[in-house]
């Protein structure tokens, strides 16, 4: 299993983001995608999910209205548009793959800054 996540970087608030996740070594399409971040001294926090085949999308409280999760089987990858940035969305943001839930790549950091 790979997941690379890339995308992240330097925004002011209010600002947007798009992050992108391209998965390798596993059948992607059937298992349901995640995105979690992880803030310094914190624990990961669960930002969105989405089904294999996008019918079942959940986000958590904290982003709901301002992200959107998406996939695209063909291409293996899933993504996540960030809006409406706030300085407390500042975080290192991985995928995960609900079929090696223990694995994590290397994470993109977003850092919302004036």
């Known amino acids: 299993v790979q997941l690379v996540e890339s995308g992240g970087g330097l925004v002011e608030p209010g600002g947007s983001l798009r992050l992108y996740c391209v998965a390798s070594g596993f059948t992607f399409w059937p298992y349901v995608m995640s995105w979690y971040r992880q803030a310094a001294g914190k624990g990961r926090e669960l930002v969105a999910s989405i089904s294999g085949g996008s019918q079942i999308i959940n986000y958590g409280d904290s982003v709901k209205g301002r992200f959107t999760i998406s996939r695209d089987n063909a291409k293996n990858s899933v993504y996540l548009q960030l809006n409406s940035l706030k300085p407390e969305d500042t975080a290192v943001y991985y995928c995960?793959?609900?079929?090696?839930?223990?694995?994590w790549g290397q994470g993109t950091q977003v850092t919302v800054s004036s």
């Open positions: 995960n793959t609900d079929f090696r839930p223990d694995y």
